[in-house]
Structure formats: C-alpha cells, structure tokens
C-alpha cells in the first residue's frame, strides 16, 4: 500500500498509455493545481469528450459490434486493462465517473489517464481532442484537485483498496465526498491532545469553524480537510506568538500533504503541496487544535483523526 505523500507523488508525474498498452503516449504530467467546483466550461468541456467516446465506440461497432471501450492504465502495481461494455452519460456509469471527475477536481491518477487516453484517440471521422504533446497544456486548462478529491482517493482507492475502476459503485469513502463525510467514514480515532498526534499515524484532519465544528464544504463556507505521510515528523522553531502555547523549545510537527487553494510561499502556487503541520491544542475548546502551516505560515483550527499505519 502506497503512503499518502506516494501517492500524492503520482499526481505530479503521471504517465499516460497508449491505447494498447505496449507504450507511453506521455510521460512527467502534472496535475498539481486547484480545481474547485463545476464551472460551465469544464462540464461543457467533459461532455465534448463524452460526445467523442460515444462516436468512436459506434465507429469501432462497424467492424465489431461487440466492441466495448478499451483503456489502459498505470496503477501502483502494473498496468492494467479494463473493457466498459458500453458508455453513456448517466450518473451511475463508471467510465462517466470515471473521465467526468478530473475535470470538477476528483480524479484519480488512473482517471486522468483514461481522459486523456480517450481524448487522444484519432479514428477514422473523429479526429482527437487533444494530441500527447499537448497533453499538459490540457490539463492545466482543464484539469485540477480539490482538498476531498485527493484524500478521498487515497482513502478510497489506496487505504480501503476499492477498485481505480470502482468510482462511484461501492460504498465507502470517495472524492465526492465532503468533509464531514469523509470525517464520519474514517475509522481513527479523535485525537484531543498534541501528544497524541504521532507522526507514526495515518492522521486526517479537517477545519473547524468558530464553535469548533467541522466545516462540510460543498455548498457551505469554505472548509479544508488534509492527510498526513506516517513515519515523517519534525520539530518547528520560532513560532513563539505566532502559534499560541508555542515555547522556545520548538513544537512537534507531522508531515501532510494537501491540495490547497492556499498560495505556498515556495513557488508562489496553489494546488498541491507537502508541508509540516505543528499542532498545539486549544485551551478552550477540547479536541480543536492550531495548525501552523508550513506551507505558507498561516494557521488554521483543526480537528485530528489518527489510525496506526499497518502498511
């Protein structure tokens, strides 16, 4: 099982296959940015890649009518080919899920690919939608992840173990989610004291409002919600007055990766970022904790869930 900062990784250096699998149509693509919500153009932009997987599986149904769409993927553990007998653009047909998700900020590694594996294609009347040397310009156009969409992945996929082609089918945590949900649905335990926090953990933790409650996102007020990378801790120093409770001697800090709308102070971007977290826990509201940071300094009120990492 890939940790949370391995996976993340995978975002920042996707390769994406050719279409029978014996080589690479692209490799090092990034979809490292922010996307947040469903803006018109994005979905206009998935339904016209929608409208040409319909128009090349009709075209190759002229010399097989028991073609289905093929795709094939790099996951963590070899490639992998799947055949979708069919497609359309209903809610509950994984492939659909599958190509629509990168576009709204929750695709997977093996989502991405498929899109643009799909929108390569040149048959025949159907000229691509896009060429693999222009693959990044696309998807930094187009593509993109919000906070939920990466942890919900990994939780989805990698912790829990369901399925790339298993987006919406199942139940269980995924990318969709909000945070609330996602909080609900993860099986650790509430953390209410910084000595609790181990860097040894899987931690996820999600932002909190004024009254301390999680903040579910989706339509409400802005929330955030990151994992940690278990094994990685370090100390941070100088945060006396800017971290409230924060001492000369430093304060422990676990490593977390995000993708944030927050603009990192190392290259001036948002999207995803890996960062140190140093935590301390409010005197006046239990089981609420001030998160410095490391990407940008700033502090945020934070809930802690921790479960032992048993790779």
Not at 259 to 273: E, F, I, P, Q, R
């Amino acid at each position: 099982m890939l940790s949370p900062v391995e996976y993340y990784d995978r975002y920042n250096a996707i390769t994406v296959p050719s279409f029978d699998g014996q080589s690479d149509l692209a490799t090092g693509i990034r979809v490292d940015h922010y996307r947040l919500g469903a803006q018109q153009a994005f979905i206009d932009e998935r339904f016209r890649l929608g409208q040409k997987i319909q128009k090349d599986l009709k075209i190759r149904r002229q010399e097989n009518p028991q073609a289905g769409v093929e795709v094939n993927v790099h996951t963590p553990i070899g490639m992998h080919t799947n055949i979708f007998a069919g497609f359309s653009t209903s809610g509950d047909d994984q492939l659909w899920a599958l190509i629509r998700y990168p576009y709204v900020g929750k695709g997977s590694p093996e989502s991405i690919q498929i899109a643009l594996q799909l929108a390569a294609a040149d048959l025949p009347g159907s000229a691509p939608l896009v060429t693999p040397g222009r693959f990044q310009e696309y998807c930094d156009r187009w593509f993109g992840l919000d906070c939920n969409g990466l942890v919900g992945n990994y939780l989805r996929h990698e912790y829990a173990g369901i399925h790339w082609s298993d987006v919406t089918e199942s139940d269980g945590i995924g990318p969709d989610d909000l945070i609330t949900d996602i909080w609900e649905k993860f099986e650790g335990e509430p953390r209410g004291g910084s000595s609790q926090i181990k860097d040894s953990d899987l931690n996820v933790m999600a932002m909190v409002d004024q009254q301390g409650k999680i903040i579910k996102g989706g339509g409400a007020a802005p929330g955030h919600i990151v994992i940690s990378g278990p094994g990685e801790g370090s100390t941070v120093f100088n945060l006396k007055g800017k971290l409230p409770g924060a001492t000369d001697e430093g304060v422990p800090a676990i490593c977390v990766v995000e993708s944030t709308g927050a603009v990192a102070d190392a290259d001036g971007k948002s999207g995803l970022v890996r960062s140190f977290y140093a935590c301390i826990e409010s005197q006046s509201q239990p089981g609420v904790f001030r998160c410095h940071r490391g990407l940008n300094g700033s502090v945020i009120s934070m809930r802690v869930k921790g479960a032992p990492w048993n790779p």
